[in-house]
């Protein structure tokens, strides 16, 4: 199972919005609506921000949101703050009970 | 709020073998009982990458693994110590990494993250 393809990096100034795309194929991010985006701070454990393409937890703020097309999802994060700069990881369901991970996107707040 | 904690981690020789344990807390017996989890591991520099996953007792007690680990690893569980275990075996220099236990809150959602263990192959 090969890895989700995301851009290695993203930007933007405070206030601006940032979108990642995340490609797959049509036997994971394509074939099912199990796409989950994770933020990780340098240092610290991965957290949930977006899960089933465009649902947020609870405690998440509204600035992030996901969506689908096709074999890409993205997630976006409207209204930059500092605290966003971060690794941004998608993930998928890949079907017979496997998971694949995206390649990561490092977001930076100029 | 519920945590999970690993433990276990540290430096082996290739070819060696180790024992992950993730313990956790502010979950009930029966919500860890029906609770599925998976490993996760983060290579130094690299990406996020699942190991494996169990499934509850009840559906099953099922484990399911990457094409990586599959046949070196082996994911157990006690839900009396609501405890999830990670024994790896014929470990190479590759399997350096830092290892998370996660909770799957939902189908193919990773919603609670311990702080994770680090595992370093090495001679």
């Known amino acids: 199972q090969s890895a989700l393809t995301q851009p290695p990096s993203a930007s933007g100034s405070p206030g601006q919005s940032v979108t990642i795309s995340c490609t797959g194929t049509s036997s994971d991010v394509g074939g099912y609506d199990y796409v989950s985006w994770y933020q990780q701070h340098p240092g610290k454990a991965p957290k949930l921000v977006i899960y089933?393409?465009?649902k947020r937890p609870s405690g998440v703020p509204d600035r992030f949101s996901g969506s689908n097309s096709g074999n890409t999802a993205s997630l976006t994060v409207s209204g930059l703050q500092a605290e966003d700069e971060a690794d941004y990881y998608c993930s998928s369901y890949a079907g017979s009970n496997n998971y694949v991970f995206g390649t990561g996107t490092k977001v930076t707040v100029l | 709020e519920v945590q999970l904690v690993e433990s276990g981690g540290g430096l082996v020789k290739p070819g060696g073998s180790l024992r992950l344990s993730c313990v956790a807390s502010?979950?009930?017996?029966?919500?860890?009982?029906?609770?599925?989890m998976s490993w996760v591991r983060q290579a130094p520099g690299k990406g996020l990458e699942w190991l494996g996953r169990i499934k509850s007792e009840a559906g099953g007690g099922t484990r399911d693994y990457s094409a990586p680990v599959k046949g070196r690893f082996t994911i157990s569980r006690d839900d009396s110590k609501s405890t999830v275990f990670l024994e790896m075996n014929s470990l190479e220099t590759e399997d350096t990494a830092v290892y998370y236990c996660?909770?799957?809150?939902?189908?193919?959602?990773?919603?609670?993250w311990g702080q994770g263990t680090t595992v370093t192959v090495s001679s």
């Open positions: 089933e393409v465009n």
């Open positions: 502010g979950l009930t017996f029966s919500e860890f009982s029906d609770a599925w």
């Open positions: 996660t909770w799957n809150t939902k189908i193919a959602v990773f919603g609670v």
